[in-house]
Nanobody, 115 residues
Framework: QVQLAESGGGLVQAGGSLRLSCAAS????????MGWYRQAPGKRRELVAS???????NYADSVKGRFTISRDSAKNTVYLQMTTLKPEDTAVYFC?????????WGQGTQVTVSS
């Protein structure tokens, strides 16, 4: 079992920055994938950024150059540093982790970007 605790969402003006955090606990030794997704009302959940051990990262085209995913192994935490935020970034952001047998989702944290 893996538990995820998300934090860092909030209200920010366009052009501003936020950093999201997702701390994993439980059977963290079996995690091989961590990523961030977002979902706006009425829309499908989409991948924002992902990280896997070995240094590989993946970003949605819409956030490349603005968002950065990183992790702190000692704290079992993945971060999403968001800069130059745009109103279209407004969504609920979810942390996702995968093990060999299961995947887990955080509770979601709201990010609202005003114009």
């Amino acid at each position: 079992q893996v538990q995820l605790a998300e934090s860092g969402g909030g209200l920010v003006q366009a052009g501003g920055s936020l950093r999201l955090s997702c701390a994993a606990s439980g059977s963290t030794f079996v995690i091989y994938y961590m990523g961030w997704y977002r979902q706006a009302p009425g829309k499908r959940r989409e991948l924002v950024a992902s990280f896997i051990s070995g240094g590989n990262t993946n970003y949605a085209d819409s956030v490349k150059g603005r968002f950065t995913i990183s992790r702190d192994s000692a704290k079992n935490t993945v971060y999403l540093q968001m800069t130059t935020l745009k109103p279209e970034d407004t969504a609920v952001y979810f942390c996702n982790v995968k093990t060999m047998t299961s995947e887990y989702w955080g509770q979601g944290t709201q990010v609202t970007v005003s114009s």
